[in-house]
T-cell receptor
Framework: DGGITQSPKYLFRKEGQNVTLSCEQN?????MYWYRQDPGQGLRLIYY???????QKGDIAEGYSVSREKKESFPLTVTSAQKNPTAFYLC????????????FGNGTRLTVT | EDQVTQSPEALRLQEGESSSLNCSYT??????LFWYRQDPGKGPEFLFT???AGEEKEKERLKATLTKKESFLHITAPKPEDSATYLC???????????FGKGTKLSVIP
């Protein structure tokens, strides 16, 4: 089945450590996205990529970094500069940048203590 | 700036009690309005895309409608398995990203 795989499902880190969240898709979609979801808030865009080797900052990019070396993969690094990293992180992809829907993975819950 | 407001924040229904969820939006040139369902601890699941005012789409007990200012998600004779958070999002002209509302948490009581 085609889909988006995020791993791991749960991740625990100590404050001050960088951590990388994995996102892989086999839908052959060009565009990929990272969102953050916090209780009581809408999904907020961190980074997005419309094509391999290119990506743009979203609304809350500070303290995060991404790479897009392959069409299928869009890993997100949460750096120690991110002040409130504990959250539910969602990766998504869409067929094109026009008006096709986003398809989401099942998320990674990151807890930093 | 695109904006999406969903109401109510939470809704409790008895099984079989039909109701509607509201999504009000402001956007510069609507490319698409999207409805998603999200279960606890999971990613949102795509339900519908609406592109222009007057458009309607149906799936099982759900029916989505669109006007120039808002969208409704009508739930007919809901069942407990319809309990979830329903998210609305819009994509405006010239934008590559979706703007999401905060969602409506629906609970259907047997």
């Amino acid at each position: 089945d085609g889909g988006i795989t995020q791993s791991p499902k749960y991740l625990f880190r100590k404050e001050g450590q960088n951590v990388t969240l994995s996102c892989e898709q086999n839908l052959n979609h060009d565009a990929m996205y990272w969102y953050r979801q916090d209780p009581g808030q809408g999904l907020r865009l961190i980074y997005y990529s419309q094509i391999v080797n290119d990506f743009q900052k979203g609304d809350i990019a500070e303290g995060y970094s991404v790479s897009r070396e392959k069409k299928e993969s869009f890993p997100l690094t949460v750096t120690s500069a991110q002040k409130n990293p504990t959250a539910f992180y969602l990766c998504a992809s869409k067929r094109d940048s026009y008006n096709s829907p986003l398809h989401f993975g099942n998320g990674t819950r990151l807890t930093v203590t | 700036e695109d904006q999406v407001t969903q109401s109510p924040e939470a809704l409790r229904l008895q099984e079989g009690e039909s109701s509607s969820l509201n999504c009000s939006y402001t956007v510069s040139g609507l490319r698409g309005l999207f409805w998603y369902r999200q279960d606890p601890g999971k990613g949102p699941e795509f339900l519908f895309t609406l592109y222009s005012a007057g458009e309607e789409k149906e799936k099982e007990r759900l029916k989505a409608t669109l006007t120039k200012k808002e969208s409704f998600l009508h739930i007919t004779a809901p069942k407990p398995e319809d309990s979830a958070t329903y998210l609305c999002a819009v994509q405006g002209a010239g934008s590559y990203q979706l703007t999401f509302g905060k969602g409506t948490k629906l609970s259907v009581i047997p």
